[in-house]
């Protein structure tokens, strides 16, 4: 939690450095780092700016203190933090606004690894897909595998790179074009190529950067930018929303920035994972009891690319007991099983919305009750596909949807 200061006291100086030390910093910069009383940074941006730390150099401890303690402690003494390049993206700076204030600081940022990987390679920074994958899981770059994409993504040691790039072959896109830019800025700096099925580079510098050309093959696994997924991208059992009425499902859940989602009877978990697909800052939890599309949810959200859905094994309504409040919530599976409702309503936020589908007809006469009760929207779902039929083609209908839909006053 932040707290209030004098808004003109600007005790902490946070100073992007590059792989060039002291020879690529401003003259501000310098004397920000040398009349400090403290200097905190990693070890390595310590050794970069070591001639002009005059005062006490302090290395983040380990593990790191994400609540900054030690900084926070020296509020009002002349204080300078070292981050990597722009300390805003991806960096230490976003940590510290959450304890420290704004006006308590002065950034100086210097330029970020994208922006030097996009110099190096002639790229046109905002027409790049960027993604830190440091300390993330790699599966976290599916999304952003398209024809024809440029990717710039952090990465977390010397071996990510060839792990990313057997992902990216295994995945369909073999002939996609791999640049790994090794200690960009420093005297270390070295570019390599390869193609992501058949790299081959070795002694990776651990600071390195990974930029990539997609291309694709006609089997590519390429997850469309729109609701509605295939449902063969999805594991499943045949508990899951089809691909038609997932669509419109979505569309009523609405999704806006950041809220987080209660997925109650998961099946597959594919209403969960496209939810978290619409935005990186969308949060979704998936409840199921069964074991094995438990585990099934899992190898889906990484699949996917949504290796952060957070996965309740268990029944509900017991199983929602702690869970954070929701902002929208989805019934699929097990709704009528007694208090299931009762606990969703009871959790959601006010504010927040509430969607459900039936297909059994005691799962709609509970709809069509909460409907009579609550109000809401009542929605009839129903999808025909081109059969065989003998030698000829018809019409064959899959079992209709009901969908109650409804905003918590």
């Known amino acids: 939690m932040t707290t209030s200061s004098n808004p003109e006291q600007k005790w902490l100086t946070v100073v992007g450095i590059g792989e060039d030390g002291v020879a690529g910093l401003g003259d501000e910069a310098k004397r920000a780092i040398s009349g400090a009383t403290h200097v905190f940074g990693g070890k390595r941006h310590l050794a970069l700016a070591a001639e002009l730390i005059r005062g006490e150099a302090r290395p983040w401890p380990s593990p790191f203190d994400s609540e900054m303690h030690d900084v926070v402690a020296l509020r009002g003494k002349n204080v300078c933090v070292l981050a990597s390049g722009d300390p805003f993206l991806h960096g230490v700076g976003v940590t510290l606004a959450r304890v420290v204030p704004s006006s308590e600081m002065r950034v100086l940022p210097a330029p970020s690894a994208f922006s030097l990987a996009a110099s190096r390679l002639g790229w046109a920074l905002q027409d790049v897909e960027t993604i830190s994958l440091h300390g993330h899981a790699i599966d976290m770059i599916r999304p952003l595998l398209q024809p024809g994409a440029r990717i710039i993504a952090l990465t977390s040691d010397g071996e990510a790179p060839a792990a990313i790039a057997r992902l990216v072959a295994a995945s369909g896109f073999g002939a996609s074009r791999l640049t790994v830019l090794e200690a960009l800025g420093g005297e270390n700096e070295q570019i390599k190529r390869a193609q992501a099925d058949g790299f081959n580079l070795e002694n990776i510098n651990p600071l390195n950067v990974l930029a990539l ?131 969703a309503i009871a959790a959601l936020r006010s504010g927040g919305r509430l969607v459900a589908n039936a297909v059994t007809l005691e799962m709609e006469t509970l709809l069509l009750s909460r409907h009579a009760a609550h109000g809401g929207d009542l929605l009839r779902l129903q999808v025909s596909r081109a059969a065989p039929v003998g030698s000829m083609t018809g019409w064959r209908p899959a079992m209709p949807v009901t969908q109650w839909s409804w905003v918590k006053p």
Do not use: Y
């Not at 997932?246 to 999704?255: G, H, W, Y």
């Not at 859905?309 to 029944?315: H, K, S, W």
């Open 213 to 343: 050309e997609i291309e694709s093959s006609p089997q590519a696994r390429i997850l469309p930018l729109a609701s509605g997924l295939a449902d063969d991208l999805f594991e499943h059992d045949g508990q899951i929303t089809k691909r038609e009425i997932r669509a419109v499902t979505l569309s009523t859940l609405a999704p806006r920035r950041g809220e987080l989602l209660w997925d109650i009877g998961a099946g597959s978990g594919s209403i969960s994972i496209e939810w978290m697909l619409c935005h990186p800052s969308l949060r979704a939890i998936a409840i199921e009891h069964n074991a094995d599309r438990a585990e099934r949810i899992e190898r889906n959200a990484s699949a996917c690319g949504v290796p952060g859905l957070t996965i309740v094994r268990g029944a509900a309504p017991e199983a929602l007991a702690g869970l954070p409040v929701p902002d929208v919530i989805f019934i699929g599976g097990g709704g009528s099983e007694t208090g299931v409702f009762d606990a």
